[in-house]
């Protein structure tokens, strides 16, 4: 009988390795705007995912499972009076993202609801998730490339789920206020490259928001 293969312990905070593990070093960041995941849920379980990543970073953010027959969809982070929801998609309609576009109403609070599967959940996300379909969509403006590269994109210029808040809030917010949030998110991805020896996988799923 052969040996079985030892798999090391994964920190279930970051998903790396116990000893690779970077969550001491993870920050807060806290913003005027806020963030609502919603996740397929043939998304939650997979370790290549970066919306819990970024969740566990921005201070107030909220998450919501979409897909499963059982719990029925919670939408009650997407049902507050006193919020101003975009949905971050580039859907047909959408309105480029910027202060200017998207600017906070005094006395509302401006929410950001990220989409979390593939490209073709998200796409599907945006017509069929109750509340969300009813939402102002907004795109990212073009910018740099993904640095992810952990999960094959779907099309050129794709981002992961946590590239994608991140930019956004850096547009609402400036670059100054996300830097630590991208910093962190580089270093645990060299820290994912190492472990997986250097090389390219791919994923059989893209990731997340591409906006």
């Known amino acids: 009988m052969g040996q079985r ?3 090391a312990d994964r920190c279930p905070g970051c998903g790396l390795h116990q000893e690779r593990c970077v969550c001491a070093s993870r920050p807060t960041i806290d913003l005027a705007t806020r963030v609502v995941f919603v996740q397929h849920n043939r998304e939650r379980h997979k370790p290549t995912n970066t919306a819990r990543l970024a969740r566990s970073i921005l201070s107030g953010a909220e998450l919501t499972h979409y897909g499963a027959r059982e719990p029925p969809m919670d939408t009650s982070p997407l049902d507050h009076e006193e919020r101003d929801y975009l949905v971050l ?9 910027s202060p200017e576009t998207c600017p906070i109403v005094p006395g509302r609070t401006r929410t950001l609801v990220v989409l979390d599967g593939t490209w073709h959940q998200c796409s599907r996300m945006t017509r069929r998730v109750p509340r969300v379909m009813d939402m102002r969509c907004v795109a990212l403006p073009e910018g740099a490339p993904s640095e992810w590269g952990i999960r094959t994109p779907p099309r050129p210029g794709a981002l992961s789920t946590f590239e994608a808040v991140a ?12 830097a630590p949030m991208l910093e962190w998110f580089r270093a645990l991805t060299a820290q994912l490259w190492e472990m997986r020896g250097g090389a390219p996988v791919g994923d059989e799923d893209d990731d997340g928001d591409e906006a």
């Open 89 to 97: 998609f580039p859907r047909d309609d959408a309105t480029i993202l």
């Open 5 to 7: 293969k030892f798999r």
């Open 167 to 178: 930019r956004a809030l850096a547009v609402l917010h400036g670059d100054e206020a996300v």
